[in-house]
C-alpha cells in the first residue's frame, strides 16, 4: 500500500472508531466495544477485554462510527 492509502484507510477504521475499546499491552490487539455500547449505560458492567472481539486495527465494519474527541485545545 502507498503511503496516501494507508492514511486514508487509518482514518476510517477500527482504530478510529468510536467502539474501540483499546489495545492490551501485552498482546498489542484492538477490541471492538459495540456490544458494551449497545448497552444502556446504567446496566454497563466492566469486563475483561478477552470478552470482546478482536479488530484488526486497519478494517471497518458497518458499524463503524467516528471517534469523538471530548478535549478542548
Known sequence: MQSSQIKATAHVSCWTCNFELGVLAATEKLHCGLAYYQV????????????YPVAAAYHKCIQWSLKVSTLKS
Open 40 to 51: 444502556p449505560a446504567i446496566e454497563r458492567r466492566l469486563v475483561k477485554l478477552d470478552n
